[in-house]
């Protein structure tokens, strides 16, 4: 069974940092692109950051310049730096793998990041 475990959420003051962190396994991790989602509650969930099987990366406007996405591939993981966090940062992070060869994907149980003014 394919598992996706995010770690590093937490409660941070506005300013501060921090690292998520998500191990996969049962899956051939080099083929897929990962992503960072987030769910903020009574929002929709949106795609903050992504990364290919060949290392390129995405932002989404709002995270530029603080939020930095790398991966692994011989541990099977993948993490996001997050700086200068906001209190619209706060939501619930998802860590996704996708195959987009053939839109398999999978998804994480989330872990809480709040960002306190």
């Known amino acids: 069974q394919v598992q996706l475990v995010e770690s590093g959420g937490g409660l941070v003051q506005t300013g501060g940092s921090l690292r998520l962190s998500c191990a996969a396994s049962r899956i051939t991790f080099s083929v897929y692109a990962m992503r960072w989602y987030r769910q903020a509650p009574g929002k929709q969930r949106e795609l903050v950051a992504s990364?290919?099987?060949?290392?390129?990366?995405d932002y989404a406007d709002s995270v530029k310049d603080r939020f930095t996405i790398s991966r692994d591939n011989a541990e099977n993981t993948v993490a996001l730096q997050m700086n200068s966090l906001k209190p619209e940062d706060t939501a619930v992070y998802y860590c996704?793998?996708?195959?987009?060869?053939?839109?398999?994907?999978?998804w994480g149980q989330g872990t809480q990041v709040t960002v306190s003014s």
């Open positions: 996704n793998a996708i195959w987009l060869r053939t839109g398999r994907q999978y």
């Open positions: 990364i290919g099987y060949d290392g390129g990366r």
